[in-house]
């Protein structure tokens, strides 16, 4: 039997790279569908979003659904976790609490960062860094950055081939995602 499992985040390309990402390790009897597509970001905010959410969950009826947000913070910044873990409860209970949140921090390009490698060959660039990318501030500027004088320069709607293209146990070493990905094997 093949499990739905429906997917919110801030822009289309967030949900796209997550999908082709958890494709790497569930490529079979699993289908992953994008909810409210047409939100993003502040729309998620907002109250009318709640609604929408309803209705779709209601026609799609997924086994469970993927909540994808970004903090705009590092671990430090504990105000703008909590806003984040209380808006994916408010909207947790319109889908039966059948939701998980991968929270993103400080947005999800830190996840990029777990595996230079891809960056590397994928846009001609040298990169060092050593850091905890959990701990990383602003990582989508510096991959726009650090990619200026490559092949070419990084734009958020790379990210859907970028995580098709990341060592998942790389990834897995963001504790945020490691944590995000034990839940998700327990709901399949």
Known sequence: ?????GLIGEDPHDTIAIKNLLLKRHATGVQFKPLTK???GC????????????IEYAKEKPSFVIFIRDV??????????????????KLNKIVDNKGILLKNIYELEALIL????????????????????????????????KTAKGRKQYH????????????FDKVLTCSEFNKFYKTFKEKL
């Open 1 to 5: 039997m093949i499990k739905k499992i």
């Open 38 to 40: 047409n939100d993003r």
């Open 43 to 54: 729309d998620l905010d907002n109250s009318n979003y709640a609604k929408r959410l309803k």
């Open 72 to 89: 705009d913070g590092v671990f430090s910044e504990k105000k703008k976790i909590k806003a984040v873990e209380e808006w994916f409860n």
């Open 114 to 145: 777990t595996d230079i490698n891809a960056i590397k060959s994928l846009y001609g660039v040298t990169i060092n860094h050593s850091k905890d990318v959990t701990f990383i501030p602003k990582p989508k500027e510096f991959l726009k950055l």
């Open 156 to 167: 958020e709607s790379h990210c859907p081939e970028i995580f098709a293209n990341l060592d």
